[in-house]
């Protein structure tokens, strides 16, 4: 009913940058927050940023300064914009929705497939 599908993951040095995006596609009558989450091998499942659907945003603390997340509402897309990329940002990024079914009510988390970034010289 709901697909989330992501882009923009791949290989980058140190230093570098790259912009996750994700669109939300299906029968949606309304999106409430959105985000990216990541698992690194050998590491437990975190939060990397939500935003709101008004655009307030929380993030691990460690990553607030690097990792800027926005969204589209009209869209239903949210991005992660990835800077001053480190070894220990590889992970696997997940895209995630709050979402509202048309014709339905109550809102339903629903997850992306996942995008792999990989840091490495």
């Known amino acids: 009913q709901v697909q989330l599908v992501e882009s923009g993951g791949g290989l980058v040095q140190p230093g570098g940058s790259l912009r996750l995006s994700c669109a939300a596609s299906g029968s949606i009558s309304r999106i409430n927050d959105m985000g990216w989450f990541r698992q690194a091998p050998g590491k437990q499942f975190e939060l990397v940023a939500i935003i709101t659907r008004d655009g307030e945003t929380t993030w691990a603390d460690s990553l607030k300064d690097r990792f800027p997340i926005s969204r589209d509402n009209v869209k239903n897309a949210v991005y992660l914009q990835m800077n001053s990329l480190r070894p220990e940002d590889t992970a696997v990024y997940y895209c995630?929705?709050?979402?509202?079914?048309?014709?339905?009510?109550?809102?339903?988390?629903?997850w992306g497939r996942g995008a792999q970034v990989t840091v490495s010289s």
């Open positions: 995630h929705a709050i979402v509202r079914l048309r014709g339905r009510e109550g809102f339903f988390p629903y």
